[in-house]
């Protein structure tokens, strides 16, 4: 279900976006590595203009910057002061601390107050720039909905950025928090997730699609398994023992027909890689019950065994009984394709040329 309404004031013909992305949430910088993997756009031609239409953008991301220190924190006091020249795009990495319960001190931060000179938490930085932002993205599932820092027994009470700012938060052009899970974040999500944002600061798309749990809608809206290349071994009834196998791993712990998440479809890089369709588990980590519904990931699934317990007594074996004896059918020409002095093919002449 789409849940993004119009947007009440959506800055439209934007020249020029900068990016304020931070990490500094409960992160391993995972995504922002896995973003320099993209090719639908890569990072490389949205930052060099190489996108026709996309308004010129500033990248601030700490991994990626030449500035360093107070140079690369300028434009993040700039834009919380509310004095920067050009709207921007937040983008935020890593799950939000409970600072409600970080006894004496604070659990992430990122600069210092210019006021105090002291630690600035990231807290007080997505009080201060989110309502500002003409959109806040949450990149990866940490900043999403918690991910695996906020799993059970963790000390910090982390949270996803929903889950802090509010699920009825509005950015400056009216729209919620934009998810793009994963863990980390599939390359080419983010990118066309940011691209579509550009485009409608542009002026040159609508509102984005969201759904329920905030993800871009054409990104998360079929599961693993219904773009998994091993489906058709489950439909048949033909599952791994072991994870040295070419067939469908439900049985030793693949959740994905239960996830929503497009990777197995869509490759890692350039269309190579994944996770079930090249022989690892779903795990689930694109979703918001992710670690703790899905642990200990090597177990079978509870589910699982039902669905296949069925195709592998009794559907299955036959599907794939009937399967094997066309498939032999088709597996030899017909015989009307020879070298013999006749013609047998069935060729009937309508023009005799009289
Ligand atoms: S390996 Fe997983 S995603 Fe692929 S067909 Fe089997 S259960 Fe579905
Ligand atoms: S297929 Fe599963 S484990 Fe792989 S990225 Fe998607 S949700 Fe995560």
Known sequence: MTTTEPAAEVATGVEEVHILWTSEGMSCDGDTVSVTAASLPSLEDVVLGAIPGLPKVHLHNKVLAYETGDDFMRVFHEAARGELEHPFVLVVE??????NINGEGYW????????TGEPRPLNTWLDLLAPQAFAVVAVGTCATYGGIHAMAGNPTGCMGLADYLGWDFRSAAGLPVVNVPGCPVQPDNFMETLTWLLYQA?????TIPLDEQLRPTWLFGKTVHEGCDRAAYYEQGDFAKDYNSPKCQVKVGCWGPVVNCNVTKRGWMDGVGGCPNVGGICIGCTMPGFPDKFMPFMDEPPGGSVSSGLLSSTYG???RSLRSITNRTVNHEPKWRHNRAELTSGYAPRWTGR
């Open 94 to 99: 890593g799950s939000i601390p409970n600072e």
């Open 108 to 115: 992430t931060s990122m600069g210092n107050d210019p006021a």
């Open 202 to 206: 542009a002026g040159s798309a609508p």
């Open 317 to 319: 074996p036959l599907v």
